[in-house]
């Protein structure tokens, strides 16, 4: 499974909820403190996490099962977000 490229705040806030992770359980799980993926998704498109954690939420992505990544990819055609080469299914990117 392909990552996304670079990560924003509002792409990993819609991969947290396609997970169905509160923000506690996703900040435990990419380790990182709760004030920082609250921070990503206050600032949304607007900021982009360090690269670790952009390699972190790779695998987070990568792991989630098939429903996860239909929700992920329902999320990010709702905002108007690319949806990566392999996960929307025709095999390029595209704006939702």
Known sequence: MAGLGEWSGL????????????????AAQLKVAEGTV???????????????????????????DAEAHQRFTGLLSQHGAAVPLGLDGSGDSRPG
């Open 11 to 26: 792409e990993a806030k819609l991969l947290r909820k396609a997970l169905r992770l509160t923000l506690r359980e996703f």
């Open 38 to 64: 609250s921070k990503w998704e206050k600032r949304g498109a607007d900021i982009h996490p360090l690269p670790r954690s952009q390699q972190l939420l790779d695998m987070m992505l990568a792991r989630a």
